[in-house]
């Protein structure tokens, strides 16, 4: 089994920047693909950007170039890097993994990102 448990969420004025921090504890090994997603309110929760055991990174076309996720298997986390933060990247942020031969779905808890002056 894994949990996850992520951390850094706040507020930013636009332009600013943040970092998010997913801790997963349990079996790290076999997760085979970690990242995050977001939801805003009254939308779908969206892939912001996924990283797979072997470091092959996929982010959501839009996100290129502000966001970058990187993953310390050493410390089992995976942090997301946001930068150039936009009022329209307001949203609760998941960390999520796919485990095990099945892909089995884990998320965490969800924090909040606020981008608003």
């Known amino acids: 089994q894994v949990q996850l448990v992520e951390s850094g969420g706040g507020s930013v004025q636009p332009g600013g920047s943040l970092r998010l921090s997913c801790v997963a504890s349990?079996?790290?090994?076999?997760?085979?693909?970690i990242g995050w997603h977001r939801q805003a309110p009254g939308k779908q929760r969206e892939l912001v950007a996924r990283i797979t055991s072997g470091g092959t990174t996929d982010y959501a076309d839009s996100l290129k170039g502000r966001f970058t996720i990187s993953r310390n298997n050493a410390q089992n986390t995976v942090d997301l890097q946001m930068n150039s933060l936009k009022p329209e990247d307001t949203a609760v942020y998941y960390c999520h993994a796919e485990s095990g031969a099945y892909g089995l779905d884990h998320w965490g808890q969800g924090t909040q990102v606020t981008v608003s002056s």
């Open positions: 349990g079996n790290f090994r076999s997760i085979n693909v």
